[in-house]
């Protein structure tokens, strides 16, 4: 395991035993047995609000770190958005995470560098272009 591993298992650690120690367990899915789809969207989407103006103050402290020139703290703040991000899956609990996580790494996993390219102004890795013969 790489130092970085270590460090996000340490990190969803913390998170875990944060919520615990504050008695903020995640959603309960046993209320949703009737299938009361609405019920669940409504709770997922109000525990998504409640934790977006603690997401926006981080990020916006990492643009701050950033916009000094600040690394130390950049890196910092950084940490804290993954903190505030662990802690809003934990929330949703495993069983709602487990396939949007897998779509993501598949969906991640199959870009090559015959398929994306880095963008030269974003960075952003995106799709190649394809040639007329290519779409052919």
Same mark, same amino acid.
């Given at each position: 395991?790489?130092?970085?591993?270590?460090? $996000?298992?340490?990190? @969803?650690?913390?998170? #875990? %035993?944060?919520? %615990?120690?504050?008695? /903020?367990?995640? &959603?309960?899915y046993t209320y949703f047995q009737l299938n009361d789809k609405d019920w669940e969207a409504a709770t997922l989407l109000s525990h998504f609000q409640s934790r977006l103006g603690l997401l !926006?103050?981080? @990020?916006?402290?990492?643009?701050?770190?950033?916009?000094?020139?600040?690394?130390?703290?950049?890196?910092?703040? @950084? $940490?804290? $958005?993954?903190?505030? $991000?662990?802690?809003? /899956?934990? +929330? #949703?609990?495993?069983?709602?995470? %487990?396939?949007?996580?897998?779509?993501?790494?598949?969906?991640?996993? +199959?870009?090559? /560098?015959?398929?994306?390219? &880095?963008?030269? !102004?974003?960075?952003? #890795? @995106?799709?190649?272009?394809?040639?007329? %013969?290519?779409? /052919?």
């Amino acid at each position: 395991m790489t130092q970085l591993e270590r460090n $996000v298992v340490a990190i @969803v650690k913390s998170v #875990i %035993e944060f919520h %615990e120690r504050f008695d /903020l367990p995640p &959603i309960d899915y046993t209320y949703f047995q009737l299938n009361d789809k609405d019920w669940e969207a409504a709770t997922l989407l109000s525990h998504f609000q409640s934790r977006l103006g603690l997401l !926006v103050e981080e @990020v916006g402290e990492v643009a701050k770190a950033l916009n000094h020139g600040d690394i130390e703290a950049s890196v910092k703040e @950084v $940490v804290d $958005v993954l903190y505030i $991000v662990i802690g809003m /899956l934990y +929330d #949703i609990g495993d069983q709602r995470i %487990e396939s949007p996580i897998d779509e993501i790494i598949n969906k991640n996993g +199959d870009k090559t /560098l015959k398929t994306h390219e &880095i963008h030269p !102004v974003t960075g952003k #890795i @995106v799709r190649r272009e394809r040639s007329d %013969e290519e779409a /052919l």
